[in-house]
């Protein structure tokens, strides 16, 4: 008898989620990239957070990355390195359950996933409405992440740190930066989804699970688009920082032509870019653990529930 040929194997390409890939895995996925991403990456983002200050305390001005960190570990403790990341550990992990959840729902809607093609516009749009639903909720744990990050603070949980914003300054103070968040994060994460499908498609036609692929991809397509949105994010901080000022005008600044305004008077056109150095060395690090850890459990859960379908 004449052996029979082996029957192909279909390539397996994760990006096509299977049909029955539920919502469920998709928040567990992001979930899982947006704490690996947030943690790893803190100190880097507390030093970001310092230097962005408008009229920090004499305490509080560093001449550099290293001088930074050298005087924040000797002064204050390398602990206080990671102070207020319990915020973004509680508010990363819903924020980009919801993130991840929205974007491969609206890229899927789209038509991003289908065929061979590239889709940037696709990629953009599901980016920046994934960023519009995930900010509304990580806004408020980002403003107390920051207010605990300042030089001086003086908040011991994030829970002090909230209910004090809260009884000096409402509810509005968790939210008035929501504005010019979105006015960041909407086009840093359109320009970061567009060029991060860009790049991966070169690097990997095949469309594969490729670790080096996904990070790399997730690394420079972060760095690209942490550098170009530099300015509003400087504007974002003082926004969220405004309550522990001296100054009664920073104090007082309600919005983001008011604070850019600040900025401006303050340290002229080189004040936006206060901070730029640790926001790309944080943002292209922080990108590649999001992203890795997030197609690594998409491939898993992929792969999962495949290989469910094959026994059943």
Known sequence: MPPQDPVPVEEYDYEALPPNFSLGYNMLAGAFAGIAEHTVMYPVDLLKTRMQVINPSPGAVYSGLSNAVMTIARVEGVRS???????????????????????????????????????????????????????????????????????????????????????????RAFYVSYPTTLCMTVPYTAIHIAAYESISRVMNPSRNYDPITHCVAGGLAGGVAAGFTTPLDV?????????????????????????????????????????????????????????????????????????TSITM
């Open 235 to 307: 504007i974002k901080t003082l926004l969220q920082t405004r309550g522990t000022a001296n100054d009664i005008t920073v104090r007082s600044a309600k919005g983001l032509w008011v604070a850019a305004r600040i900025i401006k008077q303050r340290y002229g056109w080189g004040g936006f870019f206060r901070g730029w150095r640790p926001r790309i060395i944080s943002a292209m690090p922080s990108n590649a653990v999001c992203w890795s850890s997030y197609e690594m459990a998409k491939a898993y859960f992929s792969r999962h529930i495949e290989d």
């Open 81 to 171: 390195l990671w102070r207020g990341v319990a915020s973004v550990i509680v508010g990363a992990g819903p924020a980009h359950a919801v993130y991840f959840a929205t974007y491969e729902a609206v890229k899927q809607g789209m038509g991003g996933n289908e065929g061979t093609a590239h889709h940037p516009f696709a990629a953009a749009c599901s980016g920046a409405a994934a960023t519009i639903s995930s900010d509304a909720l990580m806004t408020p744990f980002d403003v107390v992440k920051q207010r605990m990050q300042v030089h001086g603070s003086q908040h011991k949980t994030i829970y002090h740190c909230a209910r004090q914003v809260y009884k000096a300054e409402g509810l």
